[in-house]
């Protein structure tokens, strides 16, 4: 589709061109949103996701090199739609295909929720992100299992946006290398502060720390 290189496109905008990036962002796991051709708050946040994740200025405006960006990472996309077994099986990560990005995002969130837990208890933090990366129950990309809504404590009072330590880093490649103290949880929770019964009632595997990890 032919788009005037300069326009800068923003929410409020509409036409065939936002149809398609809400499709290509929705191809990526950024965007979970209706496809309805409207620059929307949602497509808003999609966008920022996207160039966060992939190393731009975020701003959640759709400039040339977001554009030119996207496009490359969704060269496989096409407007009759890819299944979306068959996008997940051209993106689904592993911990040898992960960005630089995807790690340094991993940091954050490592930094903000185990902020004073044993160093285990940051691997373990990495581990369920990695781990619910794996899974089909799961986005398909680490930015957008971050930014679930309610998956994160630390995204929702912003506190992801704190400079990660050296110690969180770490414990984001020890959990990419396979170490898994969780084995194999997809969800923690800490058990003086959390008042939601589904979060308790799921099956407990052991405790880290202040954090107890579940299936």
Do not use: C
Not at 97 to 118: C, F, Y
Request: no cysteine.
């Amino acid at each position: 589709m032919a788009v005037p290189r300069a326009r800068v496109y923003k929410p409020g905008d509409r036409g065939g061109y936002v149809w398609e990036l809400q499709r290509r962002l929705r191809f990526l796991g950024f965007y979970t949103g209706k496809i309805n051709g409207i620059y929307t708050w949602r497509t808003y946040r999609a966008v920022r996701l996207f160039q966060y994740a992939f190393g731009l200025r975020v701003t959640g405006l759709t400039d040339a090199k977001t554009r030119a960006k996207l496009w490359k990472a969704t060269r496989r996309w096409r407007p009759g739609g890819v299944r979306a077994v068959q996008a997940r099986r051209v993106y689904r990560k592993t911990s040898r295909q992960l960005s630089w990005n995807d790690i340094k995002l991993m940091a954050h969130t490592v930094h903000a929720e185990a902020r004073g837990e044993p160093y285990i208890g940051k691997v373990a933090v990495a581990a369920v992100i990695l781990n619910r990366l794996k899974s089909e129950r799961f986005p398909n990309t680490p930015a957008s299992i971050i930014f679930q809504p309610m998956a994160f404590e630390a995204v929702a009072d912003g506190q992801i946006w704190m400079q990660p330590d050296p110690t969180s880093f770490k414990a984001v490649r020890d959990a990419l290398n396979g170490w898994d103290p969780t084995n194999g949880a997809l969800y923690y929770f800490n058990p003086a502060r959390a008042k939601s019964k589904w979060i308790w009632s799921r099956p407990q595997i052991k405790r880290i720390g202040r954090h107890i990890f579940t299936k």
